[in-house]
C-alpha cells in the first residue's frame, strides 16, 4: 500500500505583530506574567479585511511551491479551522476556487486547536486507499475575531495563522499512523457559547467569544498529551529515543515541556513556537513544521511526533517519516 509523504509545507502570519506589553494597556496583566505562565512573547494580529482562507491560500502556495507541484495536480483539499470565513462554503472550497481548479472534494474539519492532526489523519486514510494522489491539508485560524479582549485569563493567549502541508502517494514511507480521539464531556471547560443554532442572533455579545477554564484545560492536555504520545509509540513499535522531533500543540510552554519530560525528550528536541505566534489553534502545527523545516532543523528521513490537544475535548497524533 502507497504512503502518504509530506513533500511540502507552508506557512503564512500576518504582518501586525502584538507583543505582550502592547496587552498591559488592554487588560490588567504584565509582560512577565504571560511570560511565566505561557512562554508566549508576541503573537501576529490579523488585519481588519484579512480572512482565514486569505491566509490559508497563502500557506497552502507556500507548500505548493516547496513540493515543486503545481496546484492542478490537488486533487483533495481539507482545511482545518474553526474560524472559516464563511458558515459556508467551507474555507476549503474558497481556497479551492482562488486556486484555479476544482472537481475533487474540498472541505472543513473543525476540532479546534486538534483540526490539524484530525485532517492529516483523514487525508492520510484518502492517500493510502487511492482517493488521492495529491492532498492539501491546511490549518488556518483567526482567534482575534472570537476573542473577549476583556478577558485576561484568554485575550491573551492566542494568535492568527495558517500552515499547510502536500501529502502525496508515494512508495516510500511518509505518516506511519494517525490517531484521533475526542470526549465530549468536557465541553463547558473551553468554548464559544454562541453557534448557528444557538444564539447566533447575540453574536458579538459575551458568548460569541472564547471562554476557557484555563487551569482544568491545561490539567487534562498534560495528561492526554501523555497518553497519546504513549499510544503512537506503542502502535508504531518505536522508543522515545528515535524521535528526531516532537511538534506539539504550541498552547503553552509549560505543557509542551511536561509533554517532552514524559517523553525523555530534551527541549531542544522540541520545536517551540509558541513564544513567537501564541496560540493559534489548528494552525500551530502546521506552522511549527514549517518554521523547522526551512530553518533547515527537521530533515528528510527524520521521524516526527505530532500531538494536539484543543477543545471538545479533542486529541490526536501523527508519527511522520519525514
Ligand atoms: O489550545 C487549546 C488548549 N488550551 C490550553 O491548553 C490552555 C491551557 N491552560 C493554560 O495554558 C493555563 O491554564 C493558563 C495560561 C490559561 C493560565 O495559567 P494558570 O497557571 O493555570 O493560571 P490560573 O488560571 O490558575 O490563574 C492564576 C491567576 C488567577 O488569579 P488569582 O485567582 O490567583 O488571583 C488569574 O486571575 O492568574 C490570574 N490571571 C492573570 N494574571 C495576569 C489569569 N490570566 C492572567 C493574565 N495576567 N493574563
Redesign the pocket.
Known amino acids: 500500500m502507497k504512503y502518504a509523504r509530506i513533500t511540502g509545507t507552508g506557512g503564512y502570519l500576518p504582518k501586525r505583530v502584538m507583543t505582550n506589553k502592547d496587552?498591559e494597556a488592554i487588560?490588567?496583566?504584565?509582560d512577565e506574567?504571560?511570560r511565566e505562565?505561557?512562554g508566549i512573547i508576541r503573537r501576529h494580529i490579523a488585519a481588519d479585511d484579512e480572512k482565514t482562507s486569505d491566509m490559508g491560500l497563502a500557506a497552502a502556495r507556500e507548500a505548493l511551491q516547496m513540493a515543486e507541484t503545481d496546484a492542478k495536480d490537488v486533487d483533495l483539499i481539507i482545511v482545518a479551522t474553526s474560524t472559516p470565513d464563511k458558515v459556508f462554503p467551507s474555507t476549503a472550497c474558497i481556497v479551492q476556487r482562488r486556486l484555479g481548479i476544482s472537481g475533487f472534494a474540498a472541505f472543513d474539519v473543525n476540532a479546534?486547536?486538534s483540526g490539524f492532526v484530525y485532517a492529516l489523519d483523514i487525508a492520510n486514510r484518502f492517500v493510502r486507499t487511492g482517493g488521492s494522489k495529491c492532498a492539501l491539508v491546511i490549518g488556518a485560524e483567526i482567534y482575534s475575531r472570537i476573542i473577549n479582549w476583556n478577558d485576561?485569563?484568554?485575550c491573551?493567549?492566542f494568535g492568527d495563522g495558517a500552515g499547510a502541508v502536500i501529502l502525496q502517494a508515494s512508495d516510500e514511507a511518509g505518516i506511519l499512523s494517525t490517531h484521533s480521539h475526542a470526549d465530549g464531556q468536557h465541553e463547558e471547560l473551553?468554548h464559544v457559547p454562541a453557534g448557528i443554532s444557538s444564539g447566533y442572533d447575540q453574536v458579538r455579545q459575551e458568548s460569541a467569544f472564547i471562554q476557557?477554564k484555563?487551569?482544568e484545560?491545561?490539567r487534562a492536555?498534560v495528561g492526554v498529551l501523555g497518553a497519546i504520545a504513549r499510544e503512537t509509540l506503542t502502535a508504531n513499535n518505536v522508543k522515545e529515543s528515535d524521535i528526531a522531533w516532537l511538534i506539539p500543540?504550541q498552547?503553552?510552554l509549560?505543557?509542551i515541556s511536561a509533554a517532552a519530560k514524559k517523553l525523555k525528550l530534551p527541549m531542544d528536541r522540541v520545536v517551540v513556537t509558541v513564544d513567537e505566534h501564541a496560540?493559534t489553534?489548528s494552525a500551530s502545527i502546521p506552522l511549527a513544521l514549517d518554521v523547522a523545516v526551512r530553518d533547515g532543523r527537521i530533515k528528510r528521513g527524520d521521524l516526527l511526533l505530532l500531538e494536539a490537544?484543543?477543545?471538545g475535548f479533542t486529541w490526536g497524533s501523527a508519527l511522520v517519516r519525514f
Open positions: 496587552f487588560v490588567d496583566t504584565s506574567w504571560i505562565r505561557t479546534a486547536c485576561r485569563g484568554t491573551v493567549l473551553l476557557m484555563g487551569h484545560v491545561f492536555a500543540h498552547a503553552n509549560r505543557i496560540n489553534s490537544f484543543g477543545a
